[in-house]
Every structure is written in structure tokens, then in C-alpha cells.
């Protein structure tokens, strides 16, 4: 059985203080707390898939190392031929991983959906999640590329896909116009192209 990885999102700081200052001013709903998206749907989706959707550590005020080592613990439960899923943070920590390290098996395809670049149009800090290298290097590590991003995204500018699809001619590019950072219930696009690769 094919498995698939999926990385979700997060919020990442500077500094601790900066933290601090998100988590007094952050107001939380009920709307927020009890949200579910596409990525709590791809196990009844994708019934012919083993869908592994780790935690990551600390994703309020995410570190890339911390990232790393959680991400590491899974290889010795995957399979050959793949698929990852990154979602914002996510994306980035799965271009920056591919980027800078051997993954131990083979994959199938990588989907990055909302994936933040660098800071130089995006508003959020990266922190430790900033590219330290193209992402050139992954090419090599993945038979397909998709990427997924709504031009009406006000967390990771558009800007942010297209310099991925720069560095990363033979990806995939879908371009969307109101799915916003990809918190929606349904993906049918991403599901599609999930079963036929």
C-alpha cells in the first residue's frame, strides 16, 4: 500500500518574546479550535493509501530542528514510492529537508500547497524554516512536483509560488483564484492528482 506523509502548518517566531506577544493577543474561537480541513478528509479520500499525518512539535512556535528530529523518527515506518504533502510551514520545512538532506526512500511525488519562499514579500517570520539553499536539490529526490497556491492568500503571497516554480521548472503549477491558505474542507484537485501519479 502506498503511503502518504502530510506536514501540516504552523507559526514560527524570532524570538520568544515575539511568542509571547502572539499568545497574549490571540484571540480563540470556537470556529478556530473546532476547524477541520482537507487534510482530516485524505484517509476516507484516498482509501487505497495509508495516510500518516504526523504532529510536529510545538506547532504554535515551530523550530526547524525540533521539525527535523520528529520528521527522522518516521523513516523506519515508511515504504518506497511515496508521496509528501506540505501545507504552508510544512511545505517549507519539506523543501528545506529535500533541499539540504538524502531522504531514505523513494518518492513518488511532492505536493507543496500554500508554501511560503523566503520573507521578502511574506509578512510572517520563518525563522529557522528559511531556505538556507535553493531547492533545486530536491528535483533529484522526487519523480513529480505539484504546487498549489490561491492568489487570494493572505498569509503566503503568490509571489512565494512562482519564485518555487522558478527554481522548480518541471513542477506542477495549479493556480487558484479564492481558495485563500487552503483551509477548506475539500481538495478534490490535490486528490486527483494524487491518484493518478
Given amino acids: 500500500m502506498k503511503q502518504i506523509i502530510v506536514i501540516h502548518g504552523g ?16 484571540e480563540l474561537t470556537l ?21 500518516i499525518y504526523p ?19 518516521l523513516f523506519h515506518l515508511l515504504n518506497d514510492d511515496m508521496i509528501l504533502i506540505g501545507h504552508s510551514l510544512g511545505g517549507i520545512f519539506l523543501a528545506k529537508y529535500l533541499s539540504e538532506n538524502k531522504f531514505p526512500k ?11 519562499y523566503d520573507t521578502e514579500v511574506c509578512k510572517e ?4 524554516f528559511a531556505l538556507s539553499q535553493t531547492v533545486e536539490a530536491l ?12 492568489k487570494d492568500d493572505t498569509a503566503v503571497p503568490f509571489a512565494d509560488v512562482e519564485k518555487y516554480k522558478r527554481d522548480l521548472p518541471t513542477a506542477i ?4 483564484e479564492n481558495r485563500g491558505h487552503f483551509t477548506q474542507a475539500k481538495f478534490p484537485e490535490l486528490l486527483e492528482n494524487i491518484k493518478n501519479n
Fill in 55 to 73: 504532529k510536529m512539535p510545538n506547532a504554535k512556535n515551530a523550530r526547524y530542528l525540533e521539525w527535523k528530529i520528529w520528521f527522522e523518527k
Fill in 106 to 116: 523513494n518518492i513518488e511525488s511532492l505536493h507543496l500547497v500554500a508554501a511560503p
Fill in 173 to 176: 503549477l495549479s493556480v487558484f
Fill in 11 to 26: 507559526t514560527t517566531f524570532d524570538t520568544y518574546e515575539e511568542y509571547m506577544v502572539y499568545l497574549n493577543f490571540c
Fill in 125 to 128: 517570520s520563518l525563522a529557522d
Fill in 139 to 150: 528535483i533529484k529526490q522526487t519523480k513529480h512536483i505539484f504546487l498549489y497556491q490561491s
Fill in 31 to 51: 470556529e478556530k479550535m473546532n476547524r477541520k480541513d482537507w487534510k482530516d478528509s485524505l484517509a476516507s479520500n484516498l482509501s487505497d493509501f495509508e495516510v
